[in-house]
């Protein structure tokens, strides 16, 4: 007869393991953004079309998410930062890397940046995420671009 094993915990008790979860978990509300996206709007006042790549990498851990506007394209990576516990984007545009916090909103995200610089908001809308780039004091964004899945 097999000697019964004895009950093992249904989550593991690895602290790897157990921050690994906390990270997919933490990140699990902005995974809408997943996929590929066709987009239009406009960016410092003038028409632009768009397109947005998002996926999960590092065990699902992290989005990476590329955007092109235009001619222009950057590159962010999505993550939880289990030392502060915030989730956090690394911004990289041509020659710079930013990184801030993001907080969660009833209806996406905003990166949390410093005084002078703008709020990036990303918001669902019925079928489609719009992306804004709103300036301190400034009631119009100055980038603003409506996203359909592709």
Same mark, same amino acid.
């Given at each position: 007869?097999?000697?019964? %094993?004895? &009950? #093992?915990? =249904?989550?593991?008790? &690895?602290?790897?393991?157990?921050?690994?979860?906390?990270?997919?978990?933490?990140?699990a509300? $902005?995974? =809408?953004?997943? !996929?590929?996206?066709?987009? *239009?709007? /406009?960016? /410092? !006042?003038?028409?632009?079309?768009? #397109?947005?790549?998002?996926? +999960?990498? =590092? &065990?699902?851990? *992290?989005l990476?998410?590329?955007?092109?506007? !235009? $001619?222009?394209? &950057?590159?962010?990576?999505?993550?939880?930062?289990?030392d502060?516990?915030?989730?956090?984007?690394? /911004?990289? =545009?041509p020659?710079?890397?930013? %990184?801030h916090? @993001?907080?969660?909103?009833?209806? !996406?995200?905003?990166?949390?940046? +410093?005084?002078? %610089? +703008? $709020?990036?908001?990303?918001?669902? #809308?019925?079928?489609? @995420?719009?992306?804004?780039? @709103?300036?301190?004091?400034?009631r119009? *964004?100055?980038? %603003?671009?409506?996203?359909?899945? *592709?």
């Amino acid at each position: 007869m097999v000697p019964r %094993q004895p &009950d #093992r915990p =249904l989550v593991s008790e &690895d602290p790897w393991d157990a921050r690994l979860a906390l990270a997919r978990e933490r990140l699990a509300p $902005a995974l =809408l953004l997943v !996929g590929e996206w066709v987009g *239009a709007g /406009h960016a /410092h !006042g003038e028409p632009v079309a768009a #397109r947005l790549r998002v996926r +999960p990498i =590092l &065990d699902g851990t *992290a989005l990476e998410v590329w955007e092109s506007v !235009g $001619a222009h394209e &950057d590159l962010c990576i999505y993550r939880f930062d289990a030392d502060n516990g915030q989730l956090e984007v690394v /911004h990289f =545009l041509p020659g710079t890397v930013s %990184q801030h916090p @993001v907080e969660l909103t009833a209806d !996406g995200l905003v990166w949390v940046t +410093p005084p002078g %610089q +703008p $709020a990036v908001v990303w918001s669902v #809308r019925g079928a489609a @995420v719009v992306s804004e780039v @709103v300036w301190p004091g400034q009631r119009i *964004a100055e980038v %603003q671009l409506t996203y359909r899945r *592709a």
